[in-house]
């Protein structure tokens, strides 16, 4: 700062010197506005772009373009821009914005690097719009377009006009038609060029277009004695039904058109200015706890004149039936909102049915989410009996295989085709060891099988913290999962949140597939059904348990990854899925892979439902989803789909 | 669903055999449970060494804190006697008694709150120009209690939080209300087993949840604070008031445990071990399973309910973590360790496990180094516990006691 | 890691009271969770305080006396930082605390600090409505932090529609109250400005962002204001970057996410979101630079971030000590009273104040994420008095806080009366 207020009549000297040629050199231009330029704000920026435009001095596009990268540096002695080029560790190749030559190398710390924020970048943006439009890369063409979607004003119609016959790429012209209609719509000068170009909005669901038809349909309040001609009148607020008479009487009071409503502490800083002698309207101050003494102290200082009368409701409803309220368009044809409006109705037809598409998926892909958690504890619960509490925790050893797989494998993709397998293995073995170890003791007493794999999760759960530490991890999807599917602006589902679907769909074919068609699903649905007969017939329970149990805690590892993928990988996870999958597994019918599919379903389906009814809190629609599980459960003990025969019996 | 372990049905099986009929001759309640005695017993000279070793009555060889941790350990026991009751006798294994616990503490909380911060705002208007009325009265309380979460209307939730009979009669009903409700509901649906855990277990996460909210009006995630502070006295050192709450908690846990051992070894007793051990042919023998189990459900629930609106004033703050469905585990595992359907073994259990948890990571247990490896009790006490549990249930179903049954029986 | 004998027979919990030793050494309290959810966050700080105090005692102690660090683990358990503070004060006897980082757990420890006198000093951004006797504030009130980024939106960004997107729970509940408050008041229509809550660890962030982008087609700028907490960052910003949403579209600015959180996530797609701070690593002064040699060399990594909340706890500790000396002993209301007016330089350039309420003032800071994970800085204030009580919520429109004149944390200039002297926990 220091150093601005010293050289500030150097500045002034420069802007005093600078000549008014057309050909004066970008430096002094620059210098003439030294301060703002290396101390870019919104407020000014226009003002430094007006000055850089109207002197025109040769390379301004160049320096803006480099303002806007932020790769412009200020010398501090001497105040002069460079554009800065990093050429090793910390020093950089500063080059004359004039000649374009290297003038120096200096430290990196030797100069003042010119950061400009956002908001000043989108105006730089604008300003490069008229330079841009035609450049010769399609990538700057293509910024350019974007700042004029980001701040659309009335010049750049002609400037778009301009350089759409010449544009030589179609997708780029496509989108320049797209953004002159939008442009049209609002600032062209012509009526009905306006309408035509709103007409041209209508049904369209894209953010852009409705942002559009939205800014033509700003409106403002307004106040008067009776409704004005003059306005373009979008509603009439009446008071008590369109707002309430409180909100009206504030629009009153805000315009100074009526006296102030006493609020809660009115009456008692009134009485306090005008205490005395222990007295105060007459009355002792010890009486005014009561709110009836208040009253009748402040109505004796009202009649002496000495405080303001209280707002009455009468008085109220004078004020108000005084006054007409009405909301006003800013824009001052009545044609142009009207056509606006038909266009922005249209789309709202459309739009609710995109934002219901757009639930649905949501809840879809929650869905396949709660399935992909919850089916590997459905073979195991569902076939065995029993009750994982650590069934969570194969989730997460699933996940942290993920993690320790790609940081040892860079390549995200090749990484991601190890991790699922391995996760599928690691967590196959630790649910065989566990099921050796400890469940085949317990199989005659279930409720202790709960209790003990509990002890199994704790101690995993605080391994992993042990090992990894508390820090949640990072598990990056490669590119390819990395971005989104979109249909338009309004639906659009992130690619890992479909390839997760995806997965789920390949497990429930595979297990299906697997149950119905194979020798092995033939002895577990035996074995479920009745074990005792199923081990007369030849079939091993023990190790028809030990396979399911394997096989249950596999999925659940590769579950993991998948989640991982989406979330965040802690010790905690598997812990903040548990309840959730129970729930899933319960809801649905137990013993029935269709079971598990309809409760995640119904939990998934639910939850959006509850959200979309009430989004500003995600907590509440969780309680809710809770609560109607368990009513759920009470009237339908056995879930959605139950099982029937001997195994129900249970 | 296939029976937990089944102690032998035949002590139960003549008592159930005679049903209404004349109940055979008793011995005397004591002689039938020498427990109670030992029990009491000892429990009356641990409060008398602790207080004479207290700071604030005695020669002040324990820290105020460690009075208090004492004094929560002994609610501890409480409610993990009402678990053994419901689990250990009734096998209904509840994952959920610890939401009775929190919302005992968040009854009396209320109250706390409430009147310590009107208290706080009277002395502050006293020198006031205007005495205040009884609305600006309220709405100062309310913005002090309420300030901290951004609003200051006082919800409707408390109504009642100025009158501490109204809160102690709420620290009884709401939780009796929820766990009859709750109970008619599971209970009537024939709702049992595992799947009856996992609905108690989303009972507990239900309610954390809707406390977690700042819209319920409890200070969400903040929770109720400042509750050893008991409002009209401020004067009394909390040296003084650790000790009269470890009175109160070990007056609780004596009366509770005499209670719960008068319920369970009369004929009620009996008829809910046998509805542990085969819940059909009690059914079939004409008893109305579902109101015994209501009652054992409830009544255990109200226990747990005193058991907190006791504990939070010691520890000082009570919020919804509290409530999470892991803490109830953590009772469960408590009184497994402990062993079950033996009173003194839940006792064992919770003041064993939750004394050396807050031992071990509390940085107090010595690390031991083994070769270049420094094992950290703080990290590792969680393994341990969590395989040791493992052990537990598979080679000591009975837990600590059963160990101190044998030793008992073998010493006549 | 060498301190941790240091640490094991600091932590030994004594059951029996000990007598009162003599004034040599100083002990320090050091009160943060090493185990549990908040383990991640707080164990720096722990090592930042051991790193504080060992350049003390090299530089020759305090008072004629070294500095005996007693760090005690309270295990993310909110009950369980009241004991350990109740400890630390009546059996350990330290002379001062530094401590908590959630406001549930400062609210916990406050009743014991009133009750036995103790001092503590907190480090970390929280919602204000607060000034105890016994706590000085060293991280940023509401005003210090989230009113000068959303000046920075309205007038840099001119944002005109507001997210106020927040964790459930009593910082983000506060803060977006007080922000409720002042948006309103600059002429943002309450339809404006949309506020969700989500549970701790969310990650199901899909609807959410998508509600946020269709916010856009209102034809309004429209800006995010985070205040979710922790790992739940991480699903979110996934969700930001998997949807494009671009900060030139729809920025973002975040309270809570610093270089520490940072170094969790990818950040190449998130290049020009926003932070808001007191600090940034990336800020270029030569005692930033020594700050970040010597944590450094005490951590033996160099891969390792710092971050505002250990900044806060360097201001603390330094002018701890310098009141200390002022004040010759250790007794409490001595050094408090030489706490006030107390100055030392920020590690950003200027000089902080401990001001009368207990606040500091030093600069705000806002920056953009680079892709380095790091934050360009890109606004730098002045020096901003902290507030303890917002003028902007009626509630506590009238309330100040002034402990070296009025003697008082909570007085009400409506009534000139002084609701508490104690605080509202």
Not at chain 2, 209 to 222: K, M, V
Not at chain 2, 330 to 339: D, K, N, P, Q
Not at chain 3, 315 to 344: H, K, L, S, Y
Request: include cysteine.
């Amino acid at each position: 700062m220091s150093i601005f207020a010293r050289l500030l009549p150097l500045c002034l000297a420069f802007a005093l010197a600078a000549p008014l040629a057309a050909q004066t050199p970008l430096q002094d231009v620059l210098q003439a506005n030294r301060a703002d330029i290396a101390n870019p704000s919104r407020g000014t920026v226009g003002q430094v772009i007006a000055a850089l435009m109207a002197a025109d001095a040769p390379g301004t596009d160049e320096f803006l373009r480099q303002w806007q990268d932020r790769t412009v540096i200020e010398e501090p002695q001497t105040g002069l821009f460079y554009y800065a080029t990093e050429v090793e560790g910390r020093q950089l190749a500063l080059i004359d914005v004039d000649s374009g030559f290297e003038a120096a190398r200096v430290g990196s710390r030797d100069v003042t690097a010119i950061r400009p924020n956002a908001g000043v970048r989108r105006e730089i943006g604008a300003a490069l719009v008229r330079f841009e439009l035609s450049a010769p890369d399609p990538a700057r063409r293509l910024a350019a377009l974007e700042a004029i979607g980001r701040s659309p004003d009335a010049e750049q119609i002609a400037l778009l006009a301009a350089s759409i016959p010449d544009e030589p790429d179609t997708d780029i012209r496509i989108r320049k038609e797209r953004l002159l209609d939008l442009l049209n719509a609002r600032f062209a000068t012509e009526t009905a060029t306006r309408i035509a170009a709103i007409a041209g909005l209508s049904g369209d669901v894209s953010t852009e277009a409705r942002r559009a038809l939205n800014q033509i349909l700003a409106t403002e309040p307004g106040i008067a004695p009776s409704l004005p001609q003059d306005r373009n009148i979008a509603r009439v607020l009446i008071p008590g039904q369109d707002l309430s008479r409180e909100d009206a009487y504030d629009r009153l009071v805000a315009a100074s058109l009526a006296p102030a409503r006493a609020d809660r502490n009115s009456i008692r800083d009134g009485l306090l200015a005008h205490v005395a002698d222990g007295m105060v309207g007459g009355l002792p101050t010890h009486r005014m706890s009561d709110p009836s003494a208040r009253l009748a102290a402040y109505d004796a200082l009202v009649a002496q004149g000495l405080v303001p009368p209280l707002v009455s409701e009468a008085d109220i409803d004078q004020s108000l039936a005084g006054y007409a309220f009405f909301d006003a368009y800013l824009e001052p044809d009545a044609t142009l909102t009207d056509a606006a409006r038909a266009a922005i109705e249209q789309t709202d037809t459309r739009l609710r049915l995109f934002q219901w598409l757009a639930i649905s998926l949501d809840a879809l892909s929650l869905a396949s989410i709660f399935f992909l958690a919850a089916i590997g504890l459905a073979i195991t619960f569902g076939v065995m009996r029993v009750i994982n509490m650590a069934h969570g925790e194969f989730i997460m050893m699933g996940a942290y295989t993920g993690y320790v797989v790609q940081t040892m494998i860079p390549d995200y993709t090749v990484s991601l085709i190890i991790a699922l397998p391995l996760a599928f293995a690691v967590a196959f073995a630790a649910g065989v060891a566990m099921e050796r170890l400890v469940i085949r003791h317990l199989y005659t007493r279930p409720l202790e099988t709960l209790l003990a794999t509990f002890g199994i999760s704790i101690a995993l759960q605080q391994m992993a913290k042990n090992i990894f530490g508390t820090q949640a991890r990072p598990l990056t999807a490669p590119d390819w999962l990395a971005g989104a599917i979109s249909l338009n602006d309004v639906v659009s589902i992130s690619t890992i949140r479909v390839a997760i679907f995806v997965l789920a769909l390949i497990f429930l074919v595979a297990l299906l597939v697997m149950l119905k068609r194979t020798r092995l699903g033939l002895e577990v649905r035996a074995v479920t059904q009745n074990p005792g007969m199923a081990a007369s017939m030849g079939i091993n329970p023990d190790r028809i348990n030990m396979l399911t149990f394997g096989l249950g805690s596999g999925i659940a590892g590769v579950a993991g990854v998948a989640i991982g993928l989406y979330a965040q990988v802690t010790s905690e996870m598997g812990a903040n899925y548990i309840v959730q999958s129970f729930m899933t597994v319960v809801v649905g019918g137990v013993g029935n892979v269709w079971g598990t599919l309809a409760g995640a379903g119904l939990i998934g389906f639910l939850q959006k439902g509850i959200e979309w009814f009430n989004p500003s809190n995600t907590l509440a629609a969780q309680t809710y989803m809770v609560l109607f599980i368990i009513l759920f459960i009470q009237f339908r003990p056995r879930g959605i789909i139950a099982l029937k025969g001997r195994a129900a019996g249970e | 669903m296939t029976l937990i372990n089944r102690p032998p049905v035949a002590a139960t099986a003549p008592i159930l055999a005679q049903g209404t009929q004349t109940p055979p001759p008793r011995r005397g309640f004591l002689r039938e449970n020498p427990s109670i005695p030992w029990f009491l017993g000892l429990l009356t000279i641990f409060t008398l060494i602790v207080s004479v070793l207290s700071e604030g009555l005695g020669i002040g060889a324990l820290s105020t804190s460690m009075v208090k941790i004492l004094g929560m350990t002994l609610c501890l026991c409480l409610i993990a006697i009402a678990m053994d009751v419901v689990w250990g006798y009734c096998g209904i294994l509840s994952l959920g008694h610890f939401a009775f616990f929190g919302l005992g503490g968040y009854a009396i909380g209320m109250w706390l709150m409430y009147a310590r911060t009107e208290i706080v705002i009277r002395e502050s208007l006293t020198g006031a120009v205007l005495p205040p009325t009884e609305a600006e009265l309220s709405e100062a309380v309310a913005a002090q209690i309420f300030g901290v979460v951004g609003s200051s209307e006082l919800p409707l939730i408390w109504s009642f939080a100025h009158s501490l009979p109204a809160q102690l009669a709420l620290v009884v009903l709401v939780p009796g209300l929820l766990a009859l409700v709750f109970g008619w509901l599971a209970f009537r649906s024939r709702v049992t087993g595992v799947y009856l855990s996992i609905l108690t277990q989303a009972m507990t996460l239900a309610l954390a949840l809707y406390l977690f909210q700042n819209d319920t009006g409890l200070r969400g995630n903040n929770g109720l604070s400042g509750l050893q502070n008991i409002p009209g006295l401020f004067d009394i050192p909390q040296a003084v008031l650790a000790v009269w709450f470890l009175w109160a908690s070990a007056l609780a846990l004596g009366l509770g445990y005499l209670l719960f051992a008068w319920i369970v070894s009369g004929k009620f007793g009996s008829v809910i071990r046998a509805i542990r051990d085969n819940e059909a042919r009690v059914r079939f023998l004409g008893y109305n399973v579902e109101g015994y189990k209501l009652f054992v459900f409830t009544l255990t629930a109200i226990i747990s309910a005193i058991a907190g609106a006791l504990y939070y004033p010691q520890a000082g703050i009570i919020n919804p973590a509290e409530l999470a469905p892991i803490a109830s585990i953590y009772l469960a595992v408590w009184v497994a360790i402990g062993g079950r359907g033996r009173l003194y073994g839940a006792v064992i259990g919770a003041a064993t496990v939750s004394l050396l948890s807050s031992w071990l990571t509390g940085g107090g247990a010595p690390n031991i180094e083994i070769g270049a490896f420094r094992l950290m009790w703080a990290d590792w006490w969680l393994v341990f516990l969590g395989l040791g549990f493992v052990a537990v249930t598979l080679f000591f179903p009975k837990g600590i006691g059963g160990l101190f049954d044998k030793i008992v029986r073998k010493a006549p | 890691m060498a301190f941790k004998p240091l640490l094991a027979s600091a932590t030994a919990l004594t059951l029996l009271s000990t007598p009162a030793l003599a004034d040599c050494p100083i002990k320090v309290g050091v009160l943060h969770s090493l185990s549990g959810s908040m383990a991640i966050s707080e164990t720096t700080l722990r090592d930042v305080m051991l790193m504080l105090i060992e350049q003390q005692n090299a530089a020759g102690g305090l008072l004629g006396c070294q500095i005996e660090p007693i760090v005690v683990d309270p295990a993310s358990d909110w009950p369980l930082f009241a004991e350990r503070a109740r400890e630390l004060l009546t059996v350990s006897e330290v002379d001062v605390i530094f401590g908590a980082w959630t406001s549930v757990s400062r609210k916990s420890v406050l009743p014991v600090l009133e009750e036995l006198n103790g001092l503590m000093f907190y480090p970390v951004q929280y919602e204000g409505q607060e000034s105890s006797r016994n706590v000085f504030y060293t991280g940023a009130a509401p005003n210090q932090q989230a009113i000068p980024a959303v000046d920075y939106y309205l007038e840099e960004l001119g944002v005109t529609s507001f997210a106020l997107l927040g964790t459930d729970y009593v910082y983000p509940r506060t803060t977006n109250a007080i922000l409720e408050a002042y948006l309103l008041s600059k002429g943002i229509a309450p339809e404006n400005i949309f506020v969700n809550y989500t549970p701790f660890g969310h990650s199901d962030w899909s609807t959410i962002v998508s509600d946020v982008v269709a916010l856009g087609a209102g034809g309004e700028q429209v800006g995010v204001i985070s205040t979710i907490n922790g790992d739940a960052n991480i699903g979110f910003y996934t969700e930001l970057a998997a949807q494009g949403v671009s900060a030139d579209d729809i920025p973002v600015v975040a309270f809570s996410v610093g270089e520490e959180e940072l170094s969790g996530l990818d950040t190449s797609r998130l290049v020009g979101h926003l932070a808001a701070w007191n600090y940034f690593m990336s800020a270029d002064t030569p005692e930033n630079e020594a700050f970040i040699a010597a944590w450094h060399a005490f951590i033996g990594d160099t891969a390792r971030p710092t971050n505002d909340p250990m900044e806060a706890h360097y201001i603390g500790f330094n002018m701890w000590v310098n009141a200390m000396t002022e004040a010759g002993t250790t007794d409490v209301d001595a050094v408090r009273a030489a706490m006030w007016g107390q100055e030392f330089p920020n590690l950003t350039g200027g000089t902080s104040v401990m001001l009368p309420n207990h606040h500091l003032a030093k600069p705000v800071l806002i920056g953009e994420i680079r892709a380095d994970g790091q934050f360009d800085i890109i606004s730098q204030t002045t020096e901003v008095p902290g507030e303890a009580w917002t003028p902007f919520l009626t509630e506590s429109a009238t309330l100040t806080s002034d402990w070296e004149t009025l003697g008082c944390g909570m007085y009400d200039t409506a009534t000139s009366t002084c609701v508490q002297l104690t605080s509202n926990y």
